[in-house]
């Protein structure tokens, strides 16, 4: 076991070298499973860290397949479709009208590990579709670790089973039919590129790539993570946001932990669809009353509402 485990993080240091993938961020449960199954795809025992390593060392391809296991998730355009269902009708709509009541023309989005594009294209055709009776404009960033991913999200071009939860009206606006041999591809709309920028980023180690957005998407992610990392993800993000921007995580990821509790409300419970906290609550206001009025704001020291 002794052996194992040292040979174990001298893999870890090995894939930080490669790819400058920090593993040491992740729960180790999950870096372990990823790597086995490489392990295993490569015909060596299970656990057997040191046969592996050997394989790197003789192996760019599998250092790629590697990092791709370990950094990408499934993903297709309006992946889980109750969200995007939630968004469309409730929180863009809103948005639209907290911009429009505040003489705003601009909103402004990271799409925080992006993958290979198919969550910030989403996001680009519901917007496009909301704003086009309005002056508002939309720019979206989007950003991954991963090269080979952010490639393919600026080539633009998908296949059939990437595209099976978007409506036919959707498909026939926003994507063109690609004559293949094999498969049917379709290529995204040049309408919706100039809304997005695609780059290189990890949110671990480097400086958000801009600041003040209005909204995070960030969703299936920090689950993986530690969570002191995880706490530091979600400082990061809420540093990253306007005063009342929205945050969008996954289903399965919870924020109320005692010292965020305060940062952020809970907007829908069943999307975990979260607000910044804009305000300093002060004393003698009740709970209930607080979650109540949450979205107004109130002066500091005072019970009076901006």
Request: aromatic share 12%; with cysteine; glycine share 4%.
């Amino acid at each position: 076991m002794e052996k194992e485990k040292l040979f174990f993080n001298k893999l870890v240091e090995i894939i930080h070298e490669s790819t400058g993938l920090d593993c040491k961020q992740y729960n180790e449960l999950y870096i372990k499973r990823r790597i086995n199954s490489r392990i295993l795809a490569n015909n060596l025992k299970q656990h057997d860290y040191f046969g592996y390593i050997k394989l790197l060392e003789n192996s760019l391809y599998e250092i790629r397949e590697l990092f791709n296991a370990l950094t990408i998730n499934v993903t297709k355009f309006f992946r889980d479709i109750t969200f995007w269902e939630t968004l469309k009708k409730d929180v863009i709509q809103r948005m639209i009208k907290e911009k429009t009541d505040n003489k705003n023309k601009s909103i402004y989005l990271w799409s925080c590990g992006c993958s290979s594009g198919e969550e910030a294209y989403s996001i680009a055709i519901l917007l496009r579709e909301a704003l086009k009776d309005t002056q508002i404009r939309a720019r979206i960033i989007a950003t991954d670790i991963d090269e080979v991913s952010l490639k393919k999200a600026e080539a633009g071009i998908y296949d059939s089973h990437s595209l099976c939860d978007v409506s036919n009206d959707y498909i026939l606006k926003y994507f063109h039919n690609i004559n293949a041999k094999d498969k049917q591809l379709y290529e995204i709309d040049k309408s919706l590129r100039p809304m997005i920028t695609f780059q290189r980023h990890n949110f671990l180690s480097e400086n958000p790539p801009g600041d003040n957005f209005d909204a995070i998407f960030c969703r299936n992610v920090i689950i993986y993570f530690k969570p002191n990392v995880k706490d530091g993800v979600i400082n990061l993000f809420h540093s990253s946001l306007v005063h009342h921007g929205w945050l969008m995580v996954g289903k399965a990821e919870m924020l109320f932990i005692k010292h965020l509790k305060e940062k952020f409300y809970l907007y829908n419970d069943i999307e975990r669809i979260y607000r910044r906290e804009r305000r300093v609550v002060p004393r003698g206001i009740k709970h209930p009353e607080r979650r109540q009025n949450w979205w107004f704001g109130y002066d500091v020291g005072s019970n009076k509402k901006n």
